[in-house]
């Protein structure tokens, strides 16, 4: 009898050490098998072998015959919890699909011919001096504007990866972008080219995941940042796209930052980095230069035209008589979407709220619609007639009259994405419309209707922050910004870096060398500093200025974050809980500042009052042992992107 120590995959493991299981045949380390846990059978992977343990051991029900799991994810899953602290049976949550058939799929055989690179795009000279400067393992940080031709270079360093025999990890921070950049390296990849992402099936996300696993020869896969997680044989390159976007941060545990994780794994299998950004976060670019890391510089649009640079408007929000025409679109804008009409070419109007209306008042009381059980506005949805929080999806029916007073006049106020595509056909009859957020069906969601989009099939587009990055449309000539100012007075310390990179990076739709660009931006303040950075490009000068801030009150890349969360029935009870937590840590002799205690950015969610303290440090194992001791009933982020 042999014994070995296996990773179970699953969230009721709570525990911090693999669980021995026995097996009369030899197994080795990587190895998929089903156990047993509590009763249910779950997958596992073999960690090593094991000493016969002295108590009762169940034996290892079955060993797929299936090839081992690779071991840099094992190496991955052993780390992994020493800096994200999550329980083992949470990490192996990310290394393997929820459950296979009774009989696996059969692989997929395909003649996976060399890459193919020369229907692509001629290297621009400053290409060339990048790819340059990206050869051997380490670290990039590739600074490069909107249309300078980044995904051209991550085909050709994933070119020369799979050349090697090794396997490339592409990742992109919206599922959205997943068509358009699988069907960019399929030209030159073919069938090696897999994509995984959440909004698959279970079944198509599993037999891709068996795909990549039985692979004979490197594999180019392509998703969020789980993809980091999918069993590719020797990676040689790993790239985060858009590698500020908050979506690379997971919310739940573990609570990782995949540009870190990245980090690991590429250190662990000798492979190269690349985070491509037109916006690198401040954090990135510090670390980068205090490191030593190469930033590498892209300035240039990869495209020759002979149009003008895109024109750039700003209108003040404050000035109704230039929105006489409609409440939301300026009389600039409603030009330039009838000019784009008029060439056959597309708009793009961008407002980060979903939803018709976001607020919902009595004209008469001043009653306002709120969630019941987290005081948080309600949005009303126009099309289902019905009013829904986006914190725990509380649904009800619209009112027709105040239920205080029994007033008939109820004002719906704060246009979201689906007020402005219902405008535009008020304004543009004749217009096909596409309204992309993440309320849209599933056969209705950007990645299923890409191909449609680019070939010209929607004359103007309506989204939230999905449209804002990553995408190359060639007949798209005139953006309008419906409100720039929506995450600028927010209560955090990443509010300016949000806007500035929300304005920029959607800003980088147009002018990419196919047809000239206007961009309408509305603001309510148009002279604000992190506008005007962002219109004019001014990166350096953006970062100069919010470095020196983050400096000043102490806040990434000049110290580690821990945001901690207790929830409770009563504000007494939740506020008490965290002055307590609060001086045990004082009392600790911990190396750390505490800010706060204070009420959560949403004070009520689900019924129960939340309360938060803020814990600095320069020296991150300080946070990890706050984690370790943490009372029961309280919840923590490390690393997080936001407080509120």
Known sequence: MYYYSVLVRSSRYHGKEALTYASEKRL???????????????????????????????????????????????????????????????????????????????????????????????????????????????????????????????????????GGGKSAIILTPEISLTSQLAARFREVFGDRVSVMHSKQTPAERRNTWLDILRSGGPSVVIGP?????????????????????????????PQYQAGRVAAYLAGAARASLVLGSATPSVSDYYLAEQKGRPVIRLAELAREHSHAATRVSLVDRKDHSLFSRSPYLSLELVKAVDAALAKGEQSLLYLNRRGTARLVLCENCGWQAACPHCDVPLTYHGDRHELRCHSCNYHAKAPASCPDCGHPDIMFKTAGTKAIADEVKRLWPQARIGRFDTDNPRAERFEQQYEAVAKGGVDVLVGTQMLAKGLDLPRLSTLGVLLADTSLYMPDFSAEERTFQLISQVLGRIGRGHVAGHAVIQTYHPDHPVIQAAVKGDYKGFYGAELASRKQFVFPPFCYLLKLTVRRASIDAARTAAEGLKSDIENSGAHVRIEGPAPSFYERLQNKYQWQLVIKSRQRPELLKIIEDLPSGWSYDIDPLDLL
């Open 225 to 253: 940042r789980s993809a980091l997680f999918s069993p590719v044989k020797d990676p040689g390159l790993i790239v985060l796209d858009e590698a500020h976007e908050a979506a690379y941060k997971q919310e739940q545990a």
């Open 28 to 162: 080795g380390r990587g190895r998929i098998v089903r156990v047993e846990l509590q009763k249910q059978a779950v997958l596992g992977v073999v960690a090593g072998p094991s000493a016969k343990p002295r108590f009762k051991t169940k034996p290892v029900a079955e060993a797929p015959d299936l090839p081992p799991l690779p071991a840099h994810l094992l190496k991955l899953a052993e780390w992994l919890p020493t800096y994200y602290p999550a329980p083992l049976g949470v990490v192996a949550q990310q290394l393997l699909p929820a459950s296979f058939p009774s009989k696996l799929p059969a692989g997929t055989s395909s003649d996976t011919p060399k890459p193919d690179i020369s229907a692509q795009p001629p290297l621009t000279k400053e290409q060339r001096a990048a790819l340059k400067a990206m050869s051997g393992h380490g670290t990039y940080l590739l600074h490069g504007v909107t249309g300078s031709g980044k995904t051209r270079l991550y085909i050709e360093l994933a070119a020369k990866a799979v």
